[in-house]
């Protein structure tokens, strides 16, 4: 099981947090199962940008993002070369650490 290390975001975990993920869940799945309450407006479906992370280490040891992925994270904002779709990334056995952009596009944001 990989250990997650949330990097601190100012309204989802302002401490950050560490946490151990499942092998073959997406890394939003995670989050979510942790109290991590990271935006997913398109229910993990790959259809939005709000569940967008940065993978500051062990990005390398990711499968690679599809195409449409890709497409979609053109829109994110804050994009970096590191950047991924949370519902997208599959857990391995590496460890990682992610940090969650301050901001989504979202415009309008459930249970706030």
Known sequence: M???TVLPHPELCPEGRQIE???????????LD????????????CACTTC?????????TLEPASEEEEDLLDKAWGLQPQSRLSCQVRLG????T???P???????RENH
């Not at 993920?21 to 989050?31: I, K, M, N, R, W």
């Not at 942790?34 to 479906?45: L, N, P, R």
């Not at 056995?93 to 990682?96: A, H, I, P």
Request: glycine content about 8%; some cysteine.
């Open 34 to 45: 942790h109290g991590v309450a990271i935006e997913h407006a398109c229910d993990m479906s």
């Open 93 to 96: 056995r590496q460890d990682l």
């Open 98 to 100: 992610v940090e969650i």
């Open 52 to 60: 967008h992370v940065i993978v500051r280490q062990g990005f390398a």
């Open 21 to 31: 993920g499942l092998s073959g869940s997406t890394l939003c799945e995670a989050l």
């Open 102 to 108: 301050r901001y989504t596009i979202n415009h309008a």
């Open 2 to 4: 990989p250990t997650l």
